[in-house]
């Protein structure tokens, strides 16, 4: 099946770092790839819509400049969480739909990436 | 506002016997219903989907329904095992051509436990 890379799996860092987490599509090219976050024991939310070649699309209240996407080729994409703080730790999760635009195609999702800013 | 919710935070049913994971939904754009079954620091895990046009797949223990009227579906494991315990999430999307609409919009997820 298809496969979906995320690293680092997890991120300890200090207040004001920038993060950046990769998403690969392993056996598959991705024109669309998705970032979530999650909250403990919460839903995932979408935080913006990434297409290969083109801007990000960034859902209702989420900071583009705060949240750096950039998907430059068909099996990557990039979330840089700039100058981060404890309010941005969290769980982030990438996920990616194949090149063929297939409605009933399923999403395929990273592993994740914790997120814990000090 | 949440266009998908699982009411149900937990359930715990017996191994062996059937798992009835609920999901409700308001948008009645949404024509394509997923469920994912999530590990702790792992993410989503495909599981099975139905199509609106639909009211009932299968794929071995795994039976999602779909009723339109009610806007709700629900995923049936049975026999339940213990290894089915994980976090259980159903996503709507609604499924027109442009990259945007292949969005998931995700209910906040059922914990299911499976006791041996």
């Known amino acids: 099946g298809a496969v979906v890379s995320q690293h680092p799996s997890r991120v300890i860092c200090k207040s004001g770092t920038s993060v950046k987490i990769e998403c690969r599509s392993l056996d598959f090219q991705a024109t669309t790839m998705f970032w979530y976050r999650q909250f403990p024991k919460q839903s995932l939310m979408l935080m913006a819509t990434s297409n290969e070649g083109s801007k990000a699309t960034y859902e209702q209240g989420v900071e583009k400049d705060k949240f750096l996407i950039n998907h430059a080729s068909l099996t990557l994409s990039t979330l840089t969480v700039t100058s981060a703080h404890p309010e941005d730790s969290s769980f982030y999760i990438c996920?990616?739909?194949?090149?063929?635009?297939?409605?009933?195609?399923?999403?395929?999702f990273g592993d994740g990436t914790r997120l814990s800013i000090l | 506002d949440q266009q998908v919710k699982q009411n149900s935070p937990s359930l715990s049913v017996q191994e062996g016997r059937i798992s009835i994971l609920n999901c409700d939904y308001t948008n009645s754009m949404f024509d394509y219903f997923l469920w994912y079954k999530k590990y702790p620091a792992e993410g989503p895990t495909f599981l099975i989907s139905i199509s609106s046009i639909k009211d009932k797949n299968e794929d071995g223990r795994f039976t999602v329904f779909l009723n339109k009227s009610a806007k709700h579906l629900s995923l049936h494991i049975v026999p339940s095992q213990p290894g089915d315990s994980a976090v259980y999430f159903c996503?709507?999307?609604?499924?027109?051509?442009?990259?945007?609409?292949?969005?998931?919009?995700f209910g906040s997820g059922t914990q299911l436990t499976v006791l041996p």
């Open positions: 996920s990616a739909t194949h090149r063929q635009d297939h409605s009933n195609q399923p999403q395929h």
């Open positions: 996503a709507a999307r609604i499924s027109i051509s442009s990259g945007s609409a292949r969005q998931l919009t």
